[in-house]
């Protein structure tokens, strides 16, 4: 399969699987509500867990419940950024923020059991040996925690409520953290569960973190909310900075342009096995949502 199809397959595959982990639970708003939060979506961290499984040789049936797991947690984490204390949206995915068609008090629960939820699913004995699932807990931990996301969004949260214009040094850092961690943990995730190096994923990784959140800056800027499904704008309407407004336009796209070539020349080795994490990482910068 192409990039595209690839994506479109392995969104639906995560989908089921999400929804199966879902099936037998109580019957409640706040279930509800963590599917209302699943759905949609391109699905790319989960797309990185079964391409690089792929790539070095996996069947998808061994990477499935790490895919499922980090957009459980992806999904987690954008519900609560949304909420009226982080963000504050009202639209997400083309519909109504999770606060916005329950309430805060069920947001708030419906993504504590999503992330619950996501490392409950790396305990599928399919991922493999204990050593492997404590590994791929220990990286999920590190990638959304204090050390990762939560510190990402922490950063963000404090120079906002400073009114502090952050420096590139700064806002890279942040990135790194709030964007870069889950999508490199992603990235390495196949290589964990496979016992091959993660180092080349890593640099992949990291490199496609950083033109992910660029590719969101000039998004903001330059988007359609009908096509991006959130709010844009809301940056420079908050005074924050960004790439764009540090860099400029055509400076954000030149830099998000030399971050995806050195996300290619890390998976240099692995030849047209990467065919397909290369053009995700082209997916990236070119994407209108």
């Known amino acids: 399969m192409n990039f595209p199809e690839r994506l479109a397959a392995d969104a ?8 199966a982990a879902l099936e037998t639970r109580a019957d409640q708003p706040v279930t509800e509500a ?4 699943l759905r949609g979506g391109k699905r790319l961290r989960g797309f990185l867990v079964l391409e690089g499984a792929r790539m ?42 999770v606060h916005r068609k329950w309430d805060e008090a069920t947001a708030v629960l419906a993504g504590d059991a999503l992330q619950t939820l996501a490392f409950e699913l790396l305990c599928d004995p399919a991922l493999g040996t204990a050593e492997v699932r404590l590994a791929l807990v220990a990286g999920l931990a590190r990638a959304s925690g204090i050390d990762g996301m939560v510190l990402g969004q922490a950063l963000d949260i ?15 850092a942040l990135q790194a953290g709030k964007t870069g961690a889950l999508i490199g943990f992603a990235a390495e995730a196949g290589a964990l569960i496979a016992g091959a190096d993660p180092a080349p994923l890593r640099r992949y990784a990291a490199a496609l973190g950083l033109a992910f959140q660029i590719a969101d800056d000039i998004l903001d800027v330059t988007g359609d909310e009908a096509r991006t499904g959130k709010r844009v704008g809301k940056d420079a309407g908050a005074g924050k900075a960004t790439f764009v407004s540090l860099l400029g336009l055509t400076g954000a796209q030149a830099r998000a342009a030399e971050l995806v070539a050195e ?17 995700a990482a082209r997916f990236v910068i070119a994407r209108d949502n």
């Open 158 to 172: 404090a120079a906002e409520t400073a009114g502090r214009s952050l420096t590139l040094e700064e806002i890279t």
């Open 12 to 19: 639906t595959l995560i989908a089921a699987r999400l929804l």
């Open 263 to 279: 996300a290619e020349a890390a998976l240099a080795g692995y030849g047209s096995g990467a065919a397909n994490l290369i053009a």
């Open 56 to 97: 070095l040789g996996l069947p998808e049936a061994r990477a499935i419940a790490a895919a499922a797991a980090v957009e459980a947690l992806h999904a987690y984490s954008l519900v609560h950024d949304d909420l009226p204390c982080m963000d504050d949206d009202d639209l997400r995915r083309g519909q109504p923020t």
């Open 34 to 37: 963590m599917r209302y939060a």
